[in-house]
């Protein structure tokens, strides 16, 4: 065989060890981290969180107009006017996909 073919085939045959070493030992590697993992679960718990409240607050803003949204509990929202004679009105917003 011509040296450049072996130093090729050493090389390819050295990088497919490694990445079978680091395939087994991935999981161990990564379990260490369990801290991490925990920590980056409540981050993307409050990030859909506070998605989730952007969605009902555009709903309420949309129901309400130029009134002022009010949450009365999580589902019932009231429009408060902020200028003219003051008004007061429920609507609930359970029976709209958010």
């Known amino acids: 065989m011509k040296p450049y073919l072996v130093r090729i085939a050493g090389t390819t045959l050295g990088t497919l060890a490694l990445a ?6 991935g999981g161990y590697l990564d379990s260490l981290s369990g801290d991490e ?3 980056s ?3 993307i718990d409050a990030q859909l969180s ?3 409240q952007a969605k009902k ?3 309420a803003a949309q129901v309400c107009g130029n009134a002022e949204p009010i ?3 999580e589902v019932t929202v009231s429009c408060a006017q902020r200028k003219g004679p003051k008004y007061s ?6 029976g709209r996909t958010l």
């Not at 079978?20 to 030992?25: A, N, S």
């Not at 009105?89 to 359970?94: E, F, I, M």
């Open 20 to 25: 079978f070493l680091l395939g087994g030992f």
């Open 37 to 39: 993992w925990a920590t």
């Open 41 to 43: 679960q409540s981050l």
């Open 50 to 52: 506070a998605y989730e």
């Open 57 to 59: 607050d555009r709903a």
């Open 71 to 73: 949450w009365i509990d």
């Open 89 to 94: 009105g429920a609507v609930a917003l359970a």
